[in-house]
C-alpha cells in the first residue's frame, strides 16, 4: 500500500499547499495512506468512534473556536483525549493562532501541527487533490515512452530489439520523448495511466555504439516531455518465419497497467521494415480509434455489406433459373 509521511507533504511546493510546522517534529515520519480528510469536532466534543487517526485532522475556526469556548481544563483535557489516538497530524487552517496547550500537548504526543493560511474548504479540495495523485499506485516498466501526435506511446520489447533506436529516429523526425530504458508508471483516477522517467535517467537514453546521450541537451526542450498519458502500447517482436501476424487489425487486443486496458499492438521487426514509419502511423490511426472512426472495422463492414450483396444477387440468380 502506497504512504506518504508527513515530511514529505511539509515540503510540497507545487501543490500550493504552503504548511508551516508550529509543533511535533517528532512525528514527521508519521504517514498517511489515504486521500480522504477528516474534521474532528465531534472527537472534540468526546465522540471518537467515527474518528480515523491515519487521515489528516484539519481544524478550522469552528473546532478553534469551540476550544476556546470551554472551560480551560476541558479545553486541555479534550486535546490530550484526542492526541491520545496517535493522529497523522493536525493542520490549523486561515493562519489562526493555535493555543499554548495544544503545542505543548503535540509535543508531549509527538503529532505533528502545522499551519496554513487557505480557508478549510479550500485547503481540504488542495491536500485531497495532491494525496489523490501521490496515493494511487505506481510500479516501473521497461521501455521508450514517446508523444507523438498527442498520443503517448509505449514501445516494449526484449533488449536490442531496436526500441532506443526506434525513439531516436522518431525524436529526429520531431516527436518528443518522456522516458527511455526505465519508465516510472501512476495510475490516475479515474482510469488514466501516466509515465514519467526516472530522475536519474530524466532525459538519457541509452543507443548501442553511443553510449548514453542527452536529449535535453542534444534537441533542446522541445524534444522533450516531463510526463505523457499512455495512449498505447506497441511490443516490437522478432519476426519468426512461418509465424501468422496480424493483417486486418479485426482483432484488439489489450495491455493492463494497474488495472486499466490500454490498446496493444505487436509489430515484427525485421530487415527491411521501417519501424519508426510504422510507429508514425499507429500513433495517427489510433487518433482516428479516439475520434470514432476505425479503419478496420470499416473494411469489414464494407467487406460484409459486399459479401451479402454477392450472395442475393447469387440466390436471386438460382432463383430465376428455377423459375424458368
Not at 493522529?87 to 496547550?101: F, I, M
Request: glycine letters at 8%; a negative charge; aromatic letters at 6%.
Amino acid at each position: 500500500m502506497t504512504e506518504l509521511n508527513i515530511q514529505e507533504i511539509l515540503d510540497e511546493r507545487e501543490a500550493g499547499l504552503d504548511l508551516e510546522l508550529l509543533a511535533g517534529g517528532a512525528g514527521l515520519a508519521r504517514t498517511v495512506s489515504v486521500p480522504r480528510i477528516q474534521k474532528p469536532g465531534l472527537a472534540l466534543a468526546g465522540y471518537s468512534s467515527n474518528l480515523h487517526p491515519d487521515r489528516i485532522q484539519v481544524l478550522g475556526s469552528t473546532e478553534l473556536s469551540y476550544l476556546a469556548h470551554l472551560p480551560p481544563p476541558a479545553a486541555v483535557q479534550a486535546i490530550h483525549d484526542l492526541l491520545d489516538l496517535k493522529l497523522a497530524c493536525l493542520v490549523v487552517t486561515k493562519s489562526q493562532e493555535v493555543p499554548d496547550y495544544l503545542l505543548k500537548a503535540a509535543e508531549e504526543y509527538q503529532t505533528p501541527v502545522l499551519r496554513t493560511f487557505h480557508l478549510s474548504s479550500d485547503f481540504i479540495s488542495l491536500i485531497t487533490k495532491f494525496l489523490e495523485e501521490r496515493l494511487l499506485p505506481t510500479s516501473t516498466l521497461h521501455g521508450v515512452l514517446l508523444d507523438i501526435f498527442g498520443v503517448g506511446v509505449l514501445l516494449q520489447g526484449k533488449s536490442g530489439v531496436g526500441k532506443s533506436e526506434c525513439a531516436l529516429d522518431l525524436i529526429l523526425r520531431g516527436y518528443r520523448l518522456v522516458a527511455d530504458d526505465v519508465i516510472k508508471v501512476r495510475l490516475k483516477l479515474p482510469a488514466v495511466i501516466f509515465g514519467e522517467g526516472m530522475d536519474l535517467l530524466h532525459y538519457h537514453m541509452e543507443i548501442r555504439g553511443l553510449g548514453i546521450i542527452n536529449i535535453k541537451h542534444l534537441f533542446g526542450v522541445a524534444a522533450i516531455r516531463e510526463r505523457k498519458k499512455i495512449d498505447l502500447v506497441m511490443e516490437l517482436v522478432e519476426w519468426e518465419e512461418g509465424k501468422e501476424y496480424d493483417r486486418l487489425g479485426f482483432e484488439e487486443e489489450f495491455y493492463t497497467i494497474h488495472g486499466v486496458k490500454i490498446p496493444l499492438m505487436r509489430i515484427p521487426v525485421r530487415q527491411g521494415r521501417n519501424i519508426s514509419t510504422l510507429v508514425e502511423v499507429a500513433a495517427r490511426n489510433q487518433l482516428l480509434k479516439e475520434m470514432g472512426y476505425h479503419s478496420a472495422r470499416e473494411f469489414q463492414g464494407l467487406l460484409e455489406t459486399r459479401m451479402a450483396e454477392a450472395a442475393r444477387l447469387h440466390a436471386h440468380t438460382i432463383i430465376g433459373d428455377n423459375l424458368e
